[in-house]
């Protein structure tokens, strides 16, 4: 089996992110009391094709995720293909910014939500 992928009795688990998950912020302890600066603008955009075993069909697919914000954007998206192939999308852009002690709540927020998306698994069955 393909790293990133386990086969459990007739359904085959894909975890499409292997290469780039962003992690969650990191937790707060306390109020925050000065402002996130954003120094690093940066733009990551993934194409990943994963060709399924022979006689496997999609049970499971998690649907498109796109969120924009002031902290940035995200977006993912699993297409099956009619060649059997599955193609994952996923960009994320964050700007150079910065926000004041108040915004870092929504900041963490968009974090966790992209982490969230950045982990989902693809569940494919044995027909």
Request: hydrophobic content about 35%; proline content about 10%.
């Amino acid at each position: 089996m393909p790293r990133g992928t386990s086969l459990t009795g007739r359904r085959l688990f894909l975890a499409p992110n292997l290469l780039n998950r962003l992690p969650p912020a990191p937790a707060r302890i306390g109020e925050r009391r000065t402002a996130l600066v954003l120094e690093t603008p940066f733009t990551d955009a993934d194409t990943v094709r994963f060709q399924l075993p022979a006689g496997f069909k999609s049970e499971s697919l998690p649907a498109p995720v796109q969120l924009t914000t002031p902290y940035g954007s995200y977006s993912a998206e699993v297409q099956v293909q009619p060649s059997g192939s599955v193609l994952y999308i996923r960009c994320l852009q964050m700007p150079k910014a910065r926000f004041e002690p108040a915004q870092h709540e929504g900041y963490a927020d968009f974090r966790r939500r992209v982490s969230q998306a950045d982990r989902v698994q693809l569940v494919f069955v044995k027909s």
